[in-house]
């Protein structure tokens, strides 16, 4: 459950948010999106309301607006081709080849075999997904960029080239992290602790957040552990909003809504 947020995130801003788990900062990213509405407040992309986008926008428009890959990334059955394009049909093989290239997905989209080569979803590691919805976002090109813990199964290196590709964009980028060095790259970094919500750079938070201070010893504790081979095993799909969704902070409101305070304002600008 949020409550009291007050947030706003300048066009072109990259924000990193961190937080215990549970606490509810996917169910943040599902509210910049517009797969929750408030229950008070609002939450505004663009100076229009998140919720309604969808209602007013064609999904080609929507997905250049606004876009959130999740923890579980969803790929179908079909060309990687078609698996890249779908939210952008028209692009041209160079813009595709230029996504594929600036995430770091390359070697997986060669392994497979190519653009026209088939997906087989079961047979791709949890990796494989990740990085195959990182390039399809990439290409899309969208205004509002929010990654929930979206490269959670890739090693750090590949991590850091998705990020930058995306902060080089020069849209909005919003990642719910789990590792420090993503923290660190942010220009600013939003602290979820369920009875405060705490915003600045990191040596501020360094200073003034315990819960802040606690989270980055977590993450200096926790031994680095390589990435899964793209071609083995995956987990199996997973919904739109992944970790710290509505069922870990209790039951959602009527018609999928969140509670959030009267007070609370977020409003992230394309």
């Not at 579980?72 to 028209?90: H, K, M, Q, S």
């Not at 990796?127 to 960029?145: D, E, I, K, N, T």
Request: hydrophobic content about 50%; proline content about 8%.
């Amino acid at each position: 459950m949020l409550r009291n947020v007050d947030l706003h995130v300048p066009a072109g801003e990259h924000l990193a948010v961190v937080g215990p788990s549970g606490i509810g900062k996917s169910i943040l990213a599902g509210l910049l999106c517009g797969l929750l509405r408030p229950v008070a407040g609002a939450v505004q992309v663009g100076g229009r309301p998140a919720a309604d986008l969808a209602a007013i926008l064609r999904a080609d428009e929507l997905a250049a607006v606004r876009m959130l890959i999740p923890q579980e990334a969803y790929v179908f059955a079909g060309t990687v081709w078609a698996n890249l394009t779908y939210l952008r049909p028209a692009a041209t093989a160079e813009q595709v080849a230029s996504a594929v290239a600036a995430v770091g997905a390359g070697a997986l989209v060669a392994r497979l075999g190519g653009p026209s080569a088939e997906v087989r979803p079961a047979e791709l590691s949890a990796g494989g997904p990740q990085l195959l919805a990182l390039a399809r976002a990439y290409l899309s090109a969208a205004r509002v960029v929010v990654l929930d813990e979206a490269t959670c199964h890739l090693d750090p290196a590949a991590e850091r080239q998705a990020e930058l590709a995306f902060a080089a964009q020069g849209g909005t980028l919003v990642v719910i992290v789990h590792r420090v060095s993503s923290a660190l790259r942010a220009d600013r970094i939003l602290v979820l602790d369920g009875s405060a919500v705490t915003v600045g750079e990191h040596q501020a938070l360094v200073s003034s957040s315990p819960l802040y201070r606690e989270l980055l010893g977590h993450w200096q504790a926790r031994p680095l552990t390589a990435a899964p081979v793209p071609d083995g095993p995956t987990a199996p799909d997973g919904p739109a909003v992944a970790n710290g969704s509505a069922a870990p902070n209790g039951p959602a409101a009527p018609d999928g809504a969140v509670p959030v305070a009267s007070a609370g304002q977020i409003h992230p600008e394309c």
